[in-house]
């Protein structure tokens, strides 16, 4: 079945910095992949996803890039605030079920 | 991601109780999944539905049960068979026609003592 492998598994930036977190898939047939942001307590938030015929989606200070050929994906946050500090999972649809990376906890000191 | 609910929040039992998490949508959504949440380990997938009366194991389903009597409803059963049921357990949901979102729930902490 499908694995995801998510690093880092924690990351500090100074405020104003950017961030990149970067996963890789095993199924080659996966063709969906959303970035989740989880704040402490809450539920995950999709922040943005791709499919896998494009090769990179942006939107506003955040954006995504997809490599087929290489099974991996990045998250990029440009500019980082205090409020971005959160975990961030990464995930790839195999299937109906989407296949979840470990997370990485993303801390933004001003 | 408002039209997701689970009750309740907090949950305690004792060691060798069952218990039932409850997950409702009214999304309309046809696909229900659950989640388990443990620290550092990221979400991993217990069962899920796409059609009422018919559910599939995930990557962890051993000690849990669950049931698609209607179509906004998605109950999760921790048996007493679970030997770590201790975490935080997260429902969500899905259209099966283009959408390919998932919404979550906003989760159930059980803890068994």
């Known amino acids: 079945g499908e694995n995801v492998e998510q690093h880092p598994s924690t990351l500090s930036v100074q405020e104003g910095d950017s961030a990149v977190i970067k996963c890789t898939y095993s199924?080659?047939?996966?063709?969906?992949f959303p970035w989740y942001k989880q704040e402490l307590g809450k539920r995950p938030q999709l922040i943005i996803d791709?499919?896998?015929?494009?090769g990179e989606k942006k939107d506003q200070r955040i954006a995504v890039t997809l490599n087929k050929t290489a099974k991996h994906f990045s998250l990029h946050i440009t500019e980082t605030q205090p409020e971005d500090s959160a975990v961030y999972f990464c995930?790839?649809?195999?299937?109906?079920?989407?296949?979840f990376g470990k997370g990485t906890t993303l801390s933004v000191s001003s | 991601d408002g039209g997701i609910t689970q009750s309740p929040k907090y949950l305690f039992r004792k060691e060798g109780q069952n218990v039932t998490l409850s997950c409702e949508q009214n999304?309309?959504?046809?696909?229900m999944y659950w989640y388990r949440q443990d620290p550092g380990q990221g979400l991993r997938l217990i069962y899920y539905?796409?059609?009422?009366?018919?559910?599939q194991k995930g990557d962890i389903a051993e000690g849990y049960s669950v049931s698609r009597e209607k179509k906004e409803s998605f109950p999760l059963t921790v048996t007493s068979a679970q030997k770590n049921p201790t975490a935080f357990y997260l429902c969500?949901?899905?259209?099966?026609?283009?959408?390919?979102?998932?919404?979550f729930g906003p989760g159930t902490r059980l803890t068994v003592t």
């Open positions: 791709i499919r896998s015929n494009v």
């Open positions: 539905s796409q059609i009422v009366n018919d559910f």
């Open positions: 969500a949901s899905k259209a099966l026609s283009s959408s390919y979102e998932q919404y």
């Open positions: 999304l309309n959504h046809d696909a």
């Open positions: 995930a790839a649809r195999a299937g109906t079920a989407l296949i």
């Open positions: 199924d080659s047939a996966s063709n969906y």
